[in-house]
């Protein structure tokens, strides 16, 4: 486009009588358009020695945000769509709560457990008869945690015969004569399996006495095997079955002076499944396994045979089933 061309298309510009107005507007709309040529022709034709390369990145701002739980989880429903305006504190999208569910499954059952625990505990403590539970332990319905409930509740009660066996037999220091079998004392309320047992005696007249172990008793009949209690030369720390075989193992006669006649002596028995072991003073007297021993369970009892002044005193007996 020739300049003629682009001075025919400008505006008409009305002008004084003098005429100086025209000229100057006309100066500088002359003086632009050159600038502009002059600056548009530059553009293009100067050459570019050098120019800085970076990156970026184009994206659109849709106001979209990142949602994440705290914990994650499997998504149960989402409450808003696409391009759905939300305000504060408005719910989204609800988790399933399978996880959760089964996590408050275990702390219940745990605190279930440990409150049952600490009842029986607690009454094991106090010395009482029974347990004393929460109300809310003694109402519950679930099955599982009557279970727990039952279970708890008769452990207390073997824990508490065997506790009532072991209070009798710390206490116990009793002289046995001729007048009567067995007295009240002088035998556990429960039966026993496997044990370990000891105990010091001191005969202070002749006669036959003994330690029964896994005993049946009906009346002042006693049936079982008896560790031997004797003066010396009869046999002390052998084995006899009452009711039935009768010796089953007597002891070496080498080991007949380690009785010491009048004074105290320590009796040790073992019996685990069908095998009893006898020690007496720290020396083992004998070691006997019988199948029907190892079938058998019943209880402990100190023994004394009936007539023949027999006086016999017994003192710190420690029982611990095994």
């Known amino acids: 486009m020739s300049l003629k061309l ?54 659109i701002d849709l106001n979209r945000k990142t949602l994440q739980h705290l914990e994650g989880g499997i998504i149960k429903k989402i409450l808003v769509r696409e391009g759905s305006r939300v305000e504060k504190g408005q719910t989204l999208l609800i988790l399933e709560d399978i996880s959760t569910r089964s996590q408050f499954s275990i702390l219940k059952d745990r605190l ?18 029974t347990i004393v539970f929460p109300k809310e332990i003694t109402e519950t319905t679930d099955p599982k945690f009557k279970r727990i409930l039952a279970n708890e509740i008769e452990l207390f009660n073997s824990k508490r015969k065997s506790f009532t066996d072991q209070v009798k037999l710390l206490k116990f220091e009793i002289i046995q004569t001729e007048n009567g079998l067995i007295e009240d004392l002088n035998y556990t309320e429960r039966y026993y399996k496997d044990f370990d047992l000891t105990l010091e005696f001191k005969q202070e007249a002749d006669g036959n006495s003994g330690v029964f172990v896994r005993s049946v008793i009906e009346g002042t009949k006693i049936a079982g095997w008896q560790v031997e209690v004797a003066p010396k030369n009869h046999d002390t720390g052998g084995i006899y079955e009452s009711y039935g075989r009768g010796w089953l193992e007597q002891i070496p006669d080498e080991k007949e002076n380690i009785l010491i006649e009048n004074e105290w002596n320590k009796m040790h028995i073992k019996v685990v499944g069908n095998e009893i072991t006898t020690w007496l003073n720290g020396t083992q007297m004998v070691n006997l396994k019988d199948e029907k021993i190892g079938a058998a369970v019943g209880r402990i009892a100190l023994q004394i045979h009936a007539g023949g002044g027999i006086k016999i005193l017994w003192r710190n007996i420690e029982l611990k089933e095994l």
């Open 6 to 59: 682009l001075l025919e298309h400008l505006p008409q510009v009305s002008i004084d009588s003098s005429g100086e107005s025209t000229r100057l507007v006309r100066s500088g709309l002359l003086f632009g358009i050159l600038l502009f040529l002059g600056l548009f022709l530059w553009g293009i034709l100067a050459p570019i020695r050098g120019a800085v390369v970076t990156s970026g990145t184009i994206k």
């Open 112 to 129: 279930f457990i440990n409150q049952v625990k600490e009842a029986r505990l607690q009454a094991q403590k106090r010395n009482l008869d």
